[in-house]
């Protein structure tokens, strides 16, 4: 046995290789800063009704929200497919020591010309044939430029190995994202039957609960004489059903091998008359929140998200309760097969595993979430922010035992770090581009006992919640992931380049047009984390910068910082 005074001789080991995963991030950051410098000078609404090329190119930008929502939801459905296993042997892709600068420099060369065609196209208003020539240019020259950045960060085999090791999925996520769009937009014949429908459905579901309520098939119109609203095409549910459509299709499409037909194909009227009935319900509920006395509320925050909540309910429950029913499956409710084995011929684990990440990322989507359906029931002011804080409050007492494991003690250089934050975030607020404005009309006309329980829950949530589920989802997980695909193995002190960045980047990206002043923020909160390997030591710091904006927003009334 060696003697305690014998010390091991120190291990040269090499520099790990960088991950595609970092660079795929850089990638993201790249064309994300640059869509956003681009998109905040661009007058999207000035191809309205333009004739030709650049009327298409508005619509398509009107469904670019809808796109991505489809995108997404298709993302997070495949992620236990066959693909993730392929993709896991490409993210160990030797990918080189740099970028390909020739590349990079081609990139921002074609990125500078299609900022150029971009203001030519939307500020000039070009018709005829030299407007269809400009927008053949601006897309080509957009395209380009996606592919150049591509080929700077990856090289081409890489991207060649990645279609093969994804096999279907990415056509799959294409081919429904676009067709769910081409379907709404071309259900034009049936808007109006479809809008006689949806009114007469919206009329009995709100019958029983307000006397009085009439609907009137020649103007569409449909409420009280108190308050109405009328039934436009566009309010009768063809979006949703074009999206349900393209949506159920593609992923039985996909996943054919776990389902049995044709019994499985009864998916797709039953999502179709879903979305349709929870249209109908959307408008039900708008003249109802209007009758009950808030309009505002009604046109606005219900009006704009209710369609959005209602899709990813639909698409969410079918695919996913689907699945649990075995009479439509070919696996058991517990997802396998008779003989034990998935699909693909793997075994199944006997207990299923805890989801490591889950307790990183449920705080912040919480938040979102609870935000989203803040905002439905908004009327221009969010009087519901408190749904914020309890929700993100649910999260994390759901997964204290977990978060008992981690160090949160605090130390006063941290504290310090966080005033350095909020002087860098005061400083680079005219880089904002917002004008002042004072404190919001609804809140200063409100009583006292609902101004003072709004404030309360307002500072409640920058100071605690917020802090806490922003620092586990960024730092917590996204610093540590992009180090390694084992992240929890990844010790809290660990520094590398590329995390460091593109996690600040992440950051930023995530606060809008305050996305320096927050990329500044993410670097300083990475580094109270690593600097003696606390999460509490970001956390504390991210706490002591939203309190001081608190206490300088109530102070001098800047409240466009909130």
């Known amino acids: 046995m060696l003697s305690d005074s014998v010390q091991a001789a120190p291990v040269s080991l090499p520099a790990p290789e960088p991950q595609p995963l970092w660079r795929i991030a850089a990638l993201a950051g790249l064309f994300g800063a640059e869509l956003l410098i681009i998109s905040a000078r661009t007058p999207h609404i000035a191809l309205q009704d333009a004739p030709g090329l650049p009327g298409l190119v508005f619509s398509l930008g009107?469904?670019?929200?809808?796109?991505?929502?489809?995108?997404?939801?298709?993302?997070?459905?495949?992620?236990?497919?066959r693909a993730k296993r392929n993709l896991e042997s490409i993210s160990e892709w030797p990918v080189g020591a740099s970028v390909a600068w020739h590349w990079l420099l081609a990139h921002l060369a074609a990125i500078l010309l299609f900022a150029g065609l971009t203001s030519l196209?939307?500020?000039?208003?070009?018709?005829?044939?030299?407007?269809?020539?400009?927008?053949?240019?601006?897309?080509?020259?957009?395209?380009?430029?996606?592919?150049?950045?591509?080929?700077?960060?990856?090289?081409?085999?890489?991207?060649?190995?990645?279609?093969?090791?994804?096999g279907d999925v990415w056509a799959y996520v294409l081919v429904v994202g676009i067709g769910a769009c081409v379907l709404a937009a071309y259900a034009t014949p049936i808007w109006n039957p479809l809008a006689r429908w949806t009114l007469r459905l919206a009329w009995l579901l709100l019958r029983p609960f307000v006397p009085g309520v009439s609907a009137d098939p020649s103007s569409m119109m449909f409420g009280t004489p108190g308050f109405s609203v009328q039934v436009a095409p566009a309010c009768s549910g063809y979006e949703?059903?074009?999206?349900?459509?393209?949506?159920?299709?593609?992923?039985?499409?996909?996943?054919?091998?776990?389902?049995?037909?044709?019994?499985?194909?009864?998916?797709?009227?039953?999502?179709?008359?879903?979305?349709?009935?929870?249209?109908?319900?959307?408008?039900?509920?708008?003249?109802?929140?209007?009758?009950?006395g808030a309009p505002e509320i009604a046109m606005q925050g219900f009006h704009s998200h209710a369609g959005w909540i209602a899709f990813n309910v639909v698409a969410l429950g079918t695919c996913l309760a689907a699945r649990r029913i075995s009479w439509l499956t070919t696996a058991g409710s517990d997802g396998t097969l008779v003989d034990g084995t998935l699909v693909d011929g793997t075994r199944l684990r006997e207990h299923s595993e805890p989801n490591p990440i889950a307790p990183y990322l449920l705080p912040l989507l919480a938040i979102l979430a609870a935000a989203m359906l803040a905002g439905a029931a908004s009327n221009g002011f969010e009087w519901l922010y408190a749904l914020r804080v309890a929700a993100a409050a649910a999260a994390l007492w759901y997964f204290r035992d977990t978060y008992r494991a981690l160090d949160w003690r605090v130390g006063w250089p941290a504290l310090a770090l966080g005033g350095l934050v909020f002087l860098i975030w005061i400083g680079l607020e005219p880089l904002a581009g917002s004008a002042r404005t004072g404190e919001p009309s609804a809140l200063a006309?409100?009583?006292?006992?609902?101004?003072?329980?709004?404030?309360?829950?307002?500072?409640?949530?920058?100071?605690?919640t917020v802090p806490i589920a922003e620092e586990l989802a960024f730092r917590g997980f996204l610093l540590r992931r992009l180090v390694s695909a084992d992240f929890e193995s990844v010790a809290w002190r660990t520094f590398a380049w590329a995390p460091f960045l593109i996690s600040s980047v992440g950051f930023g990206l995530l606060h809008g047009d305050r996305w320096l002043a927050g990329t500044f923020a993410g670097m300083i909160y990475?580094?109270?984390?690593?600097?003696?390997?606390?999460?509490?030591?970001?956390?504390?710091?991210?706490?002591?910068?939203?309190?001081?904006l608190a206490i300088y927003v109530l102070v001098t009334g800047n409240w466009q910082l909130w």
């Open 62 to 81: 009107t469904w670019k929200v809808r796109l991505l929502v489809t995108l997404a939801i298709i993302s997070l459905l495949v992620w236990q497919s």
């Open 121 to 166: 196209l939307f500020e000039n208003r070009l018709q005829g044939v030299a407007a269809d020539i400009l927008v053949v240019g601006w897309a080509a020259t957009g395209a380009g430029a996606i592919v150049l950045a591509a080929f700077a960060f990856l090289p081409a085999a890489f991207w060649r190995a990645v279609l093969r090791g994804t």
């Open 240 to 292: 949703g059903i074009g999206l349900i459509l393209a949506f159920t299709a593609g992923w039985l499409w996909f996943f054919r091998r776990e389902w049995r037909f044709p019994r499985a194909l009864l998916l797709i009227p039953l999502g179709v008359a879903a979305i349709w009935v929870f249209n109908a319900a959307r408008v039900a509920g708008l003249v109802l929140i209007g009758v009950a």
């Open 445 to 464: 006309h409100a009583s006292a006992l609902s101004r003072v329980a709004w404030l309360a829950f307002r500072i409640l949530g920058a100071v605690i």
């Open 526 to 548: 990475a580094f109270a984390m690593m600097r003696r390997g606390r999460i509490g030591e970001a956390a504390a710091a991210h706490a002591v910068t939203n309190a001081l």
